[in-house]
């Protein structure tokens, strides 16, 4: 399996785009307090957060390859069940349906980084003193973050997680790199 570092000079290898590079490293930081709260694998579940959008460059014309390409290129170096995860993320687009708490933990988990970072866009103190029930109002606000599936938020359920404690778990792994990703 691959190690983090290594993991991070293949995703700087292959997305050039900054704001991807953050989504990835808040996803992997979600993944892995996720882990954490889980008993997971706490390794394991930050590197899937963090390579998820591996072929994002590679596929942004073909949304229907998005996830299966990133697995593709990860065969030999991740684990069947973390391929798996990167596939079914995309779930929507590639048919590959969601069974296992790594993969509801990827869908749900980095596309929450897209509600915590336009949250933390608008507010005057970014991520400081974010909280779960300011999260909520803006989740119900179908307007703020418009592209952020409300739908995928909530198979958070799946993980045996009620929303109010999924998104404490994240803010506070987003929160704990605020400075990487431009949000301190």
Not at 4 to 33: G, M, N, P, Y
Not at 67 to 91: C, F, K, S
Not at 112 to 118: E, F, P, S
Request: net charge negative; hydrophobic share 45%.
């Amino acid at each position: 399996m691959l190690t983090r570092d290594e993991a991070f000079t293949l995703l700087t290898k292959h997305l050039a785009d900054a704001q991807l590079v953050c989504h990835s490293l808040e996803s992997e930081a979600v993944l892995a307090a996720l882990a954490r709260r889980l008993g997971k694998d706490e390794n394991l579940w930050g590197i899937v957060g963090l390579l998820h959008d591996l072929d994002y460059a590679a596929t942004k014309d073909q949304p229907e390859r998005h996830g299966l390409a990133a697995a593709e290129m990860l065969a030999g170096l991740l684990p069947e069940e973390a391929l798996n995860a990167i596939r079914a993320h995309n779930a929507e687009r590639t048919g590959i349906a969601p069974s296992t708490d790594l993969d509801f933990a990827l869908r749900a988990g980095e596309t929450v980084t897209g509600l915590i970072h336009t949250n933390a866009l608008v507010r005057p103190a970014r991520m400081d003193g974010m909280d779960a029930k300011s999260l909520k109002k803006k989740m119900k606000d179908k307007a703020f973050a418009a592209s952020v599936c409300r739908e995928t938020i909530g198979e958070c359920q799946k993980l045996g997680l009620e929303q109010a404690e999924f998104f404490t778990v994240a803010i506070a792994a987003v929160a704990g790199i605020a400075t990487q990703v431009g949000l301190a």
